[in-house]
């Protein structure tokens, strides 16, 4: 008869082995580490609450910005205007459309500028906004050069070197070459015709040393061609011919040589066309070409 076999078992582990590992390994952790772990935590706790209140706080100002925006306190409080002298504050104010009260952010500055250079005198502008509540607008005015004659009046428009149209005044200004032979329109802050802004950029470009010596300018027609022509009328005596306002630096170059060296005695026409060549007419002693004897002119022009 067979025994029968019992099974093996496993042999029981000791009671307290596991729990002793574990308490090991517990034991085993660096307190320093530990206390780094605890260090981290807090700082990104800090952090958290840290980035919390400066959401908070940017909220708190933007509301507070805006509210701030909407009141009165960052209204236009006034307009200041510098630097005119012919052109009323007053004027310059109306057209900028800015008024007291008005948004001091939603003011457009550039269109306020751009309003202002429409005005005749004005040749620019620059509208400023500032936090104290003043709106500062700084205009460059122009500058007077010639005088223009008007269509049947005995009044005169003042040209500035670019051919605008600035003001009327009453008869001749003695302080302004007169240029004559057009007419302007009188509209203030338009541009005279072309060929009168020709004319003004002769008066312009004349030196200091030479514009004494100038009486005025005129356009008329060439009568060769036809064409007109800008021509200049000397205080002296006789007439100086530029053609048109090409090479206009030159041609004012040579007039100033020659009425510095040239002998001007009986002096009718000087020809600049060709400023390079300059051609000199004299008024002729009886009829006869001038040589020698300057003394007695008649009014026959021959050339010198």
């Known amino acids: ?18 729990g002793s590992a574990t308490k090991s390994k517990k034991a085993e952790v660096d307190p320093r580490l530990k206390a780094r772990r605890v260090e ?31 009141s009165s306190a960052f209204d236009v409080d006034r307009v200041v205007v510098n630097g005119v002298v012919q052109t009323d504050p007053a ?26 250079e429409t005005l005749p005198w004005v040749a620019s502008a620059v509208v400023e906004r500032k936090w104290n509540g003043d709106v500062r607008v700084e205009v460059v005015e122009r500058t007077p050069v010639a005088a223009l004659p008007m269509a049947g009046a005995s009044e ?23 240029i004559e ?24 470009g004349l030196e200091s040393g030479l514009r004494p010596q100038v009486a005025g300018v005129r356009i008329e027609a060439d009568a060769a061609s036809a064409a007109q022509i800008i ?10 011919i530029l053609g048109d306002d090409s090479s206009l630096d030159a041609k004012l170059l040579s007039l100033e040589t020659m009425l510095a060296r040239a002998d001007l005695r009986c002096l009718d026409t000087i020809d600049l066309r060709v400023p390079t060549a300059p051609a000199l007419t004299r008024i002729s002693i009886e009829g006869q070409r001038v040589v020698a004897d300057l003394a007695t002119c008649s009014s026959t022009s021959t050339p010198g």
């Not at 008869?1 to 596991?18: D, I, L």
């Not at 004027?91 to 202002?116: C, F, K, N, S, Y």
Request: aromatic share 2%; proline share 7%; net charge positive.
């Open 91 to 116: 004027t310059v104010v109306a057209v900028t459309g800015i008024v007291p009260g008005d948004p001091l952010l939603e003011v457009d500055l550039g269109l306020a500028a751009r309003q202002v």
């Open 231 to 240: 021509v200049i009328d000397l205080v002296e005596r006789g007439t100086v």
């Open 156 to 178: 005169f428009v003042l040209i500035d070197a670019s051919g605008r149209q600035l003001a009327v005044v009453d008869g001749v200004p003695s302080n302004f070459l007169p």
């Open 1 to 18: 008869m067979t025994t029968p076999t019992r099974p093996r078992t496993a042999p029981k582990k000791r009671a307290g082995t596991t």
């Open 181 to 204: 032979g057009i007419v302007a329109s009188g509209i203030l802050g338009e541009p005279a015709p072309s060929l009168a802004r020709s004319a003004v950029r002769v008066v312009d």
């Open 40 to 70: 981290v935590a807090r700082d990104e706790g800090r952090r958290r609450l840290r980035t919390l209140l400066g959401l908070v706080v940017i909220t708190i100002l933007a509301i507070g910005s805006l509210a701030l925006i909407d």
